[in-house]
Protein backbone atom coordinates (compact mmCIF):
# COMPACT_ATOMS: atom_id res chain seq x y z
CA UNK A 1 0.00 0.00 0.00
CA UNK A 2 0.94 3.40 -0.90
CA UNK A 3 0.30 6.11 1.44
CA UNK A 4 0.88 9.41 -0.26
CA UNK A 5 -0.13 12.25 1.23
CA UNK A 6 -1.23 14.97 -1.00
CA UNK A 7 -1.33 18.53 0.51
CA UNK A 8 -3.69 20.11 -2.20
CA UNK A 9 -6.38 17.89 -2.22
CA UNK A 10 -9.00 19.45 1.09
CA UNK A 11 -11.22 17.63 0.74
CA UNK A 12 -11.41 13.40 -0.35
CA UNK A 13 -15.01 12.15 0.18
CA UNK A 14 -19.04 11.94 0.97
CA UNK A 15 -21.93 9.70 2.41
CA UNK A 16 -25.49 10.86 1.26
CA UNK A 17 -26.87 10.28 5.29
CA UNK A 18 -30.72 11.70 4.31
CA UNK A 19 -32.73 11.67 1.28
CA UNK A 20 -36.00 12.98 2.10
CA UNK A 21 -39.00 14.69 0.56
CA UNK A 22 -38.40 18.64 -0.11
CA UNK A 23 -40.92 20.95 2.10
CA UNK A 24 -41.12 23.68 -0.75
CA UNK A 25 -41.74 21.35 -3.48
CA UNK A 26 -43.01 17.85 -2.46
CA UNK A 27 -41.61 16.47 -6.62
CA UNK A 28 -38.06 17.08 -5.39
CA UNK A 29 -35.85 16.16 -2.36
CA UNK A 30 -33.58 17.74 0.72
CA UNK A 31 -30.42 15.97 1.10
CA UNK A 32 -28.38 15.72 4.10
CA UNK A 33 -24.40 14.68 3.45
CA UNK A 34 -21.23 14.28 5.37
CA UNK A 35 -18.17 15.13 4.49
CA UNK A 36 -14.73 13.03 5.19
CA UNK A 37 -12.49 16.50 6.39
CA UNK A 38 -13.09 20.10 7.29
CA UNK A 39 -13.78 21.75 3.78
CA UNK A 40 -14.20 25.14 5.65
CA UNK A 41 -11.06 26.61 5.11
CA UNK A 42 -11.35 26.85 1.36
CA UNK A 43 -14.78 29.13 2.07
CA UNK A 44 -12.70 32.67 1.87
CA UNK A 45 -11.35 31.57 -1.37
CA UNK A 46 -14.64 30.43 -2.78
CA UNK A 47 -16.38 33.62 -2.06
CA UNK A 48 -13.52 35.42 -3.26
CA UNK A 49 -13.77 33.91 -6.97
CA UNK A 50 -17.77 32.55 -7.05
CA UNK A 51 -19.88 34.85 -7.95
CA UNK A 52 -23.03 33.35 -7.09
CA UNK A 53 -22.15 31.84 -3.76
CA UNK A 54 -23.40 33.69 -0.30
CA UNK A 55 -20.59 33.46 2.29
CA UNK A 56 -21.91 33.34 5.69
CA UNK A 57 -18.70 33.61 8.43
CA UNK A 58 -21.13 33.56 11.45
CA UNK A 59 -22.14 30.48 10.35
CA UNK A 60 -19.60 29.22 8.79
CA UNK A 61 -21.58 28.01 5.83
CA UNK A 62 -21.32 29.06 1.92
CA UNK A 63 -25.09 28.58 -0.18
CA UNK A 64 -24.75 27.99 -3.81
CA UNK A 65 -28.09 28.27 -5.91
CA UNK A 66 -27.65 26.03 -9.05
CA UNK A 67 -30.62 25.74 -11.11
CA UNK A 68 -33.54 25.71 -8.79
CA UNK A 69 -31.16 23.79 -6.38
CA UNK A 70 -30.02 25.59 -3.21
CA UNK A 71 -27.17 23.68 -1.81
CA UNK A 72 -25.42 25.17 1.59
CA UNK A 73 -22.11 23.83 2.99
CA UNK A 74 -20.53 23.89 6.45
CA UNK A 75 -17.37 22.41 7.43
CA UNK A 76 -18.29 18.48 7.56
CA UNK A 77 -21.91 18.74 6.48
CA UNK A 78 -24.13 19.63 3.07
CA UNK A 79 -27.63 20.64 3.17
CA UNK A 80 -29.24 20.29 -0.19
CA UNK A 81 -32.30 21.28 -0.98
CA UNK A 82 -34.39 20.75 -4.06
CA UNK A 83 -32.86 18.19 -6.03
CA UNK A 84 -33.89 15.45 -7.80
CA UNK A 85 -32.95 12.41 -5.74
CA UNK A 86 -29.52 11.12 -4.46
CA UNK A 87 -28.40 10.93 -8.31
CA UNK A 88 -28.70 14.36 -8.76
CA UNK A 89 -27.33 15.00 -4.90
CA UNK A 90 -24.02 13.23 -5.47
CA UNK A 91 -24.05 14.73 -8.89
CA UNK A 92 -24.06 18.41 -6.92
CA UNK A 93 -21.55 17.28 -4.45
CA UNK A 94 -19.07 15.58 -6.65
CA UNK A 95 -19.36 19.41 -8.40
CA UNK A 96 -18.75 21.03 -5.06
CA UNK A 97 -15.92 18.99 -3.89
CA UNK A 98 -13.89 19.24 -7.18
CA UNK A 99 -14.70 23.27 -7.04
CA UNK A 100 -13.55 23.39 -3.63
CA UNK A 101 -10.44 20.96 -4.40
CA UNK A 102 -9.61 23.21 -7.50
CA UNK A 103 -9.92 26.19 -5.30
CA UNK A 104 -7.89 24.91 -2.57
CA UNK A 105 -5.00 24.01 -5.42
CA UNK A 106 -4.97 27.45 -6.71
CA UNK A 107 -4.86 29.37 -3.22
CA UNK A 108 -1.96 31.01 -3.32
CA UNK A 109 -2.95 33.14 -6.16
CA UNK A 110 -6.16 33.95 -4.66
CA UNK A 111 -6.47 36.56 -1.95
CA UNK A 112 -9.29 34.92 0.27
CA UNK A 113 -12.60 37.09 1.40
CA UNK A 114 -13.61 37.18 4.75
CA UNK A 115 -17.19 39.41 4.28
CA UNK A 116 -20.27 38.19 3.81
CA UNK A 117 -21.73 38.78 0.58
CA UNK A 118 -25.29 37.67 -0.56
CA UNK A 119 -26.40 35.63 -3.45
CA UNK A 120 -27.69 37.56 -6.57
CA UNK A 121 -31.34 37.92 -6.53
CA UNK A 122 -33.56 38.66 -9.26
CA UNK A 123 -34.37 42.33 -8.09
CA UNK A 124 -30.58 42.70 -8.79
CA UNK A 125 -30.98 40.88 -12.07
CA UNK A 126 -34.15 43.06 -12.99
CA UNK A 127 -32.92 46.06 -12.27
CA UNK A 128 -29.96 45.58 -14.93
CA UNK A 129 -32.36 44.45 -17.67
CA UNK A 130 -33.77 46.58 -19.99
CA UNK A 131 -37.27 46.52 -18.27
CA UNK A 132 -39.31 46.93 -21.31
CA UNK A 133 -41.50 44.16 -21.52
CA UNK A 134 -41.19 43.74 -24.93
CA UNK A 135 -40.74 39.76 -25.31
CA UNK A 136 -37.93 39.55 -27.63
CA UNK A 137 -36.38 36.73 -25.54
CA UNK A 138 -39.29 34.37 -25.14
CA UNK A 139 -40.97 35.82 -21.54
CA UNK A 140 -43.77 37.96 -20.83
CA UNK A 141 -41.92 40.49 -18.69
CA UNK A 142 -38.31 41.42 -18.14
CA UNK A 143 -39.00 40.07 -13.98
CA UNK A 144 -39.88 36.74 -15.61
CA UNK A 145 -36.42 36.79 -17.76
CA UNK A 146 -34.81 37.63 -14.61
CA UNK A 147 -35.83 34.53 -12.74
CA UNK A 148 -35.35 32.59 -16.05
CA UNK A 149 -31.36 33.76 -15.68
CA UNK A 150 -31.36 32.76 -12.10
CA UNK A 151 -32.98 29.55 -12.52
CA UNK A 152 -30.18 28.81 -15.28
CA UNK A 153 -33.25 28.42 -17.74
CA UNK A 154 -32.35 31.43 -19.70
CA UNK A 155 -29.07 33.03 -21.44
CA UNK A 156 -28.62 36.23 -21.23
CA UNK A 157 -27.93 36.11 -24.75
CA UNK A 158 -31.49 35.51 -25.16
CA UNK A 159 -32.00 39.43 -24.82
CA UNK A 160 -31.37 41.00 -27.94
CA UNK A 161 -31.90 44.29 -26.16
CA UNK A 162 -28.47 44.00 -24.22
CA UNK A 163 -27.05 44.03 -27.76
CA UNK A 164 -27.94 47.97 -28.15
CA UNK A 165 -25.47 50.56 -26.74
CA UNK A 166 -28.48 52.01 -24.09
CA UNK A 167 -28.22 48.44 -22.13
CA UNK A 168 -25.02 47.00 -22.93
CA UNK A 169 -23.54 48.36 -20.03
CA UNK A 170 -26.28 46.32 -18.24
CA UNK A 171 -25.74 43.39 -19.85
CA UNK A 172 -21.84 43.52 -19.11
CA UNK A 173 -22.74 43.93 -15.24
CA UNK A 174 -25.09 40.78 -15.69
CA UNK A 175 -22.51 38.57 -17.22
CA UNK A 176 -19.69 40.07 -14.47
CA UNK A 177 -22.20 39.28 -11.69
CA UNK A 178 -23.50 35.77 -13.11
CA UNK A 179 -19.92 34.80 -13.88
CA UNK A 180 -20.19 34.14 -17.42
Avoid at 11 to 22: E, L, M, Q, Y
Avoid at 95 to 115: H, V
Wanted: charged fraction near 30%.
Amino acid sequence: MNDVKDDDVLWHGFTITHVKDCIADPSKNRVVAEFSDDVSPVFPYLNATISNLMYTPAANSVTVKRGERILTFYPRVAKLAKVDGAEDARDQLAWFKELCNDTWRRREEITPLYERRKLLGHLDVYRLLPGLNCGECGEPTCMAFAFGLLMDKRQLSECPRLQEDEYAEGGRRLAELLGL
